[in-house]
């Protein structure tokens, strides 16, 4: 079964504006963590924010905010005014603590800003 | 500091061949993973070491196989290559592993198999 679901396959969205990429994810563990990583055309994977599944404030980097609702498992990224250079393809990921304890990516959304 | 360096950058091997690819983590990092990065499959989890041990596996066949240096260096072999193990491989340290700990890559190597 998928565990992470990102439904988005690529976005439009004009320069400044806000931007919204949704990520929902399947555990059935209580103590997980949540990332999200941004891959430029360059192919290296950037770290841009983490959430823990007990922090009970949403998780926020700069531009970066992820609006975290552990009751619907949804980790969504929001990136305010948007850049250019946000162009790019961006990860959710989990990884849930245990033995398994392995991260799990999404398929990922392609995101392109509209100068 | 430094950030993963990732050697070599570019690899082209025949079928059958093997290959390895070497990753030097973060200074300080003791956990080293490895991932494959396909356009159909998306990004892959291979392995992941910790203090020279592999902690967790993924889905792949014996032919991948990988190790991790005193000194938290980590390679990553392939033998007997197919065509469709050409991939982008990305190599991943964090300081320790648990469900806080975020992980930071390296550049990749890109592998192509003829």
């Known amino acids: 079964a998928q565990k992470i679901t990102q439904t988005q396959p690529g976005m439009f969205v004009q320069e400044k504006e806000a931007v919204t990429l949704d990520c929902t994810y399947d555990?059935?563990?209580?103590?997980?963590?949540l990332f999200w990583y941004k891959q430029p055309s360059s192919g290296e994977m950037i770290f841009l924010i983490y959430?823990?599944?007990?922090?009970?404030q949403n998780a926020t980097e700069g531009r970066y905010s992820l609006n975290f609702q552990k009751a619907r498992k949804s980790a969504n990224l929001v990136i305010s005014a948007s850049q250019l250079g946000d162009s790019a393809m961006y990860f959710c990921?989990?990884?849930?603590?245990?033995?398994?304890?392995?991260?799990?990516f999404g398929k990922g959304t392609r995101l392109h800003i509209l100068p | 500091k430094a950030g993963v360096t990732q050697t070599p950058r570019y690899l082209i091997k025949t079928r059958g061949q093997q290959v390895t690819l070497s990753c030097s983590p973060i200074?300080?990092?003791?956990?080293v993973s490895w991932y494959q990065q396909t356009p159909g499959q998306g990004l892959q989890f291979l392995f992941e070491?910790?203090?020279?041990?592999?902690?967790n596996k993924g889905n792949f066949p014996g032919r991948f196989s990988g190790r991790q240096f005193s000194n938290s260096r980590s390679e990553m072999n392939v033998s007997t290559l197919e065509l469709g193990d050409s991939a982008l491989y990305l190599c991943?340290?964090?300081?320790?592993?648990?469900?806080?700990?975020?992980?930071?890559f390296g550049p990749g190597t890109r592998l192509t198999v003829l």
């Open positions: 990921a989990m990884r849930e603590v245990g033995r398994d304890d392995k991260i799990i």
């Open positions: 070491y910790f203090s020279e041990t592999q902690r």
């Open positions: 991943a340290s964090s300081l320790g592993v648990g469900a806080n700990n975020e992980q930071f």
């Open positions: 959430q823990g599944s007990y922090d009970e």
């Open positions: 555990t059935s563990d209580q103590s997980y963590g």
């Open positions: 200074s300080g990092h003791r956990s």
